[in-house]
């Protein structure tokens, strides 16, 4: 009994010592540890339990110096103990923003209010299977624009071992969470809670851009540039190179494309993506036709494809056409300055020969013409008198 008292008055001389997120004379799931060890105090043992990720508190035995691993946070109250979650909210964080609710559904722990553990019923949701298409239903269903990233592992802080929802699985156009497949039951621990980042203005993409396979560029500085979209959702940017970003570039009518971009160059997306891997040979008539994977596991805001087009642009939905035009016209003006240069050289030749010729004495006066200067002349002279005297 003197001993557990003089525990208890050791604990409580060093309440002012701890942080405030350590409990004292409490313990979080006796009898179930993942591990336990001796440590030298209670910063020792969180510092293991950070490094075990099973771990969601931890609790530190001062009679024992025995430090107990948790997978959860049901409390009871034990002499001796010192307890605390696996990390503790930073300074200046904690509580900064106040949890988002619609109907049994919040958002809570984030710095800004567009961010949290996703709560439903009061209790954390399991981050097993969570994406981007649950995170976007999630925002959808507390009125922000979109989703920028779906977060695991107890992002904004840990949460209860207690869930609601677990191996949640959205297509993504749900009305609210609870609509989506999930499991009631579940195998997580309190650093597994599901969270959201919320976009807080849209892409702007305008209505027609989410029909089926229609392309559409949004963030650019001009019409011809932009992140790539197709029926209203980012395509990823994983494989992209050129011949996929002329394939867009053609199909939205202009001659090609001129360079393309990666990592969301012209800004973040505000939704899921459908597309990633996208392989064309280059002379598809739509990135439909390309192929292409479905599995976008690693694609968030941050990994939109994009384009830079040419200038020049038809009528669109004619590029082809326009396309055809342009060759068929580069060719006749081609065989046109073609012609119109041969016909300049044959004059150019043909004046030439006339002043040659111009300039060339008579044959009959320059053959058979031999001997020395004074026979030449005298020859010369003798030919000239004969001419005349026959005149």
């Given amino acids: 009994m003197l001993i557990w008292f003089l525990i208890s008055y050791f604990v409580s001389s060093v309440r002012l010592e701890l942080p405030s997120c350590f409990t004292i004379n409490v313990a979080y799931d006796l009898g179930h540890s993942i591990a336990s060890k001796s440590t030298t105090g209670p910063f020792d043992c969180q510092e293991w339990c950070q490094m ?8 530190f035995n001062y009679g024992t110096g025995t430090c107990f691993l948790r997978q959860g946070d049901r409390q009871e109250a034990k002499t001796g103990y010192v307890s605390g979650p696996k990390y503790c909210p930073s300074v200046g964080v904690e509580n900064k923003a106040k949890p988002i609710c619609k109907g049994n559904l919040c958002i809570e722990g984030g710095a800004e209010p567009h961010e949290g553990n996703v709560i439903v019923d009061g209790k954390p949701v399991c981050d097993d299977n969570w994406g981007l298409e649950d995170a976007a239903v999630v925002c ?40 989506c497949y999930h499991k009631k039951l579940d195998a997580c621990y309190g650093n597994e809670g599901a969270g959201v980042v919320c976009a807080t203005k849209s892409v702007g993409l305008l209505p027609n851009c989410f029909k089926e396979d229609e392309i559409c560029l949004a963030g650019g500085n ?9 029926g209203g959702y980012p395509v990823c940017h994983n494989g992209w190179d050129f011949p996929d970003a002329n394939v867009v570039c053609r199909s939205l009518g202009y001659i090609g494309a001129t360079d393309f971009t990666i990592k969301s160059f012209f800004g973040l997306s505000d939704n899921y993506f459908k597309l990633s891997n996208v392989d064309c040979r280059g002379d598809e008539h739509n990135l ?11 694609c968030d805001a941050n990994t939109v494809a994009g384009v830079y087009c040419t200038p020049f642009v038809g009528s669109l939905g004619l590029g082809n056409q326009n396309e055809g035009a342009v060759i068929g016209l580069s060719i ?10 041969s016909i300049v050289f044959y004059i150019q030749r043909g004046r030439g020969e006339l002043k040659i010729k111009s300039l060339r004495l ?19 002279f003798n030919q000239i008198y004969s001419s005349a005297s026959n005149a």
């Fill in 52 to 59: 075990v990720r099973r771990c969601s508190h931890f609790a």
């Fill in 288 to 298: 439909s036709e390309c192929p292409k994977y479905h599995s976008v596991g690693d």
């Fill in 332 to 341: 006749a003006v081609a065989l046109l300055l073609f012609i119109l240069c």
């Fill in 222 to 230: 001009s019409p011809g540039s932009g992140n790539v979209y197709i």
């Fill in 362 to 380: 008579p044959t009959n006066m320059m053959n058979n013409r031999t001997g020395t200067v004074e026979n030449l002349v005298g020859q010369d």
């Fill in 140 to 179: 959808r269903q507390l009125g922000f624009p979109g989703v920028v990233s779906a977060t695991v592992e107890s992002a904004f802080g840990t949460v209860s071992a207690e869930y609601s929802m677990d191996k949640v699985r959205c297509y993504g156009n749900e009305t609210t969470l609870s609509d």
